[in-house]
């Protein structure tokens, strides 16, 4: 059973618009939540996090929004650039249990110029 | 600059054969883990360590060790390797001492068991 699942296992977006990969989890456990960005053949590389005390978190063009009541969360990348294409991987930590992450299936995005 | 790596970063061994992947850090970091990445399931956790000689079995564990006999290394031992075991593996660090804290990882490790 996934306790993190992004169902969309690609996404593809026009270069300047607006990309919105979904993440949805089921352990209200979960109180705090990351994305990372993975190119292929590199390690996967923090992109931003957000607490549960938080509803977003915006650092440049990426922002994270938290819906706690629907244990969804989402990442906006505006405006998106062709940089952009990688696979991005949604995660999540139980505080109180340490800091072992669940992770998503991931969703690769591609940003055609 | 503080770095964590990996090596070997591709492998090729057979069934039956001990394999061990090496992970190495220099942030000082307390926190190590291994991933394994598979097709549809994302990241995995296999084992992790909050610090010297402390190991704990993450959600995949069987079929896999690890020891952590110092700050800077995490190796992986895969006792009797299986094809199942095919896999892009990873190896992630961090400071804090609880949850909250955000995870740095290695290039890889693509392993191929035939």
């Known amino acids: 059973d996934q306790q993190v699942k992004q169902n969309s296992p690609s996404l593809s977006v026009q270069e300047g618009r607006i990309s919105i990969l979904n993440c949805d989890y089921t352990?209200?456990?979960?109180?705090?939540f990351l994305w990372y960005k993975k190119y292929p053949a590199e390690g996967p590389t923090f992109l931003i996090s957000?607490?549960?005390?938080?509803d977003k978190n915006e650092d440049g063009r990426f922002t994270v929004f938290l819906n706690k009541s629907a244990k969804h969360l989402s990442l906006h990348i505006v405006p998106s650039q062709p940089g952009d294409s990688a696979v991005y991987f949604c995660?999540?930590?139980?505080?109180?249990?340490?800091?072992?992450?669940?992770f998503g299936g991931g969703t690769r995005l591609m940003v055609k110029p | 600059d503080a770095e964590i790596t990996q090596s070997p970063r591709h492998k090729i061994t057979e069934t039956g054969r001990q394999v061990t992947l090496a992970c190495h850090q220099t942030?000082?970091?307390?926190?190590m883990f291994w991933y394994r990445q598979d097709l549809g399931h994302g990241l995995r956790l296999i084992h992790y360590?909050?610090?010297?000689?402390?190991?704990n079995k993450g959600e995949v564990s069987d079929g896999y060790s690890v020891s952590r006999s110092n700050t800077e290394d995490l190796p992986l031992t895969l006792e009797s390797a299986a094809s199942s075991q095919t896999s892009v593996y990873f190896c992630?660090?961090?400071?804090?001492?609880?949850?909250?804290?955000?995870?740095?990882f290695g290039p890889g490790t693509r392993l191929t068991v035939l």
């Open positions: 942030w000082n970091h307390n926190n």
């Open positions: 992630a660090s961090s400071f804090q001492a609880g949850g909250g804290s955000t995870q740095y």
């Open positions: 352990n209200s456990m979960f109180d705090y």
């Open positions: 957000i607490s549960s005390i938080k």
């Open positions: 995660a999540a930590n139980a505080v109180i249990a340490g800091n072992m992450l669940t």
């Open positions: 360590s909050y610090g010297v000689q402390d190991t």
